[in-house]
């Protein structure tokens, strides 16, 4: 639907609606309720609500980093400029309420306890189910087997993704790669703004080629332990690890973002690739950022 509206209706060049849509969907990583920043809290004995906190203004940076490229491109291409009206949003507010409740029904009954993640998902379609149907009916009963026909293919496709990197993920521990990256950091490394460098090129590696799930549960606490011999906060680490394997789901070859946009867009992948390519240098730029001023993953931290 966005890039309808982004490439035939707002009339932006194909190739910018492409790389904006496919790499900004994995900034919500950044934001509550992220289900890696629990992991990552659990995996580390860390507080969630601190990591939550902490991922919240390095999540705002990313997304005024691409508001600002955005806003250049629509000079660039001379989109025309709308007025805000307040009506026309109200308007449109009330016409969307149903889909601005489901975020917050689904934080709300994931975290009271009533709803586990599978339930979460289950009850999202339910949902949905219930207003596009039966309440908007901007979808049929008979029109739902063509939306499985369409849905299926994806849906393999993402599974066969995902099971070829978990086989990867299974072979690099065999290896034990990361237990050795990680020791021979602990062994020549000795500035902490070095390892800082070293940490994020490894993180951008482990993105390449592990799921962020695996990432997690296999190289976090390998790293952990790295981190707390430089002197970097837990928080901090946490946060510089989810926005490295952030950036992962841009990166081939088991970039997720990149599979699912050549899926949906029918684009052959390394012209996906090429259309993410400069959205993906703002988000290393951000990285960098986090990395180096600590400061915007702990400020919020102090008042809680």
């Known amino acids: 639907m966005l890039f309808a509206v982004l490439s035939e209706h707002i009339k932006y060049p194909e190739k910018f609606s492409i790389g904006l849509l496919t790499s900004s969907g994995s900034i919500g990583l950044l934001f509550p309720p992220s289900l890696p920043i629990i992991l990552v809290g659990a995996t580390t004995m860390t507080n969630i609500m601190h990591l939550f906190l902490g991922g919240i203004i390095p999540g705002l940076i990313l997304v005024v980093a691409l508001i600002v490229f955005g806003i250049i491109a629509s000079i660039k291409y001379k989109i025309p400029v709308e007025p805000f009206r307040v009506r026309?949003?109200?308007?449109?507010?009330?016409?969307?309420?149903?889909?601005?409740?489901?975020?917050?029904?689904?934080?709300a009954g994931f975290f009271s306890g009533i709803l586990s993640l599978v339930e979460v998902a289950a009850v999202a379609l339910i949902y949905i189910f219930i207003v596009e149907v039966?309440?908007?009916?901007d979808i049929t009963l008979k029109g739902l087997i063509p939306l499985f026909r369409k849905a299926v293919p994806i849906m393999g496709g993402v599974l066969s993704i995902i099971a070829l990197s978990m086989a990867l993920s299974y072979y690099i521990v065999d290896t034990q790669a990361p237990e050795r990256l990680a020791q021979w950091m602990q062994a020549t490394v000795e500035s902490k703004y070095v390892f800082l460098l070293l940490l994020n090129l490894a993180l951008l590696v482990v993105g390449c080629l592990m799921d962020i799930f695996s990432a997690i549960l296999i190289v976090l606490p390998l790293v952990t332990p790295l981190g707390q011999a430089y002197g970097i906060d837990p928080v901090h680490l946490g946060i510089i690890f989810i926005i490295n394997l952030e950036v992962g789901f841009l990166t081939p070859p088991v970039g997720l973002n990149l599979f699912l946009a050549t899926?949906?867009?029918k684009k052959p992948f390394l012209e996906i690739c090429r259309y993410v390519f400069p959205f993906l240098l703002i988000q290393l730029i951000v990285v960098i950022l986090v990395t180096y001023v600590p400061w915007f993953s702990m400020y919020l931290t102090r008042f809680f």
């Open 88 to 107: 026309e949003a109200l308007r449109g507010l009330k016409k969307s309420a149903f889909e601005i409740v489901l975020p917050f029904l689904l934080i």
């Open 134 to 137: 039966l309440i908007h009916r």
């Open 263 to 265: 899926y949906r867009f």
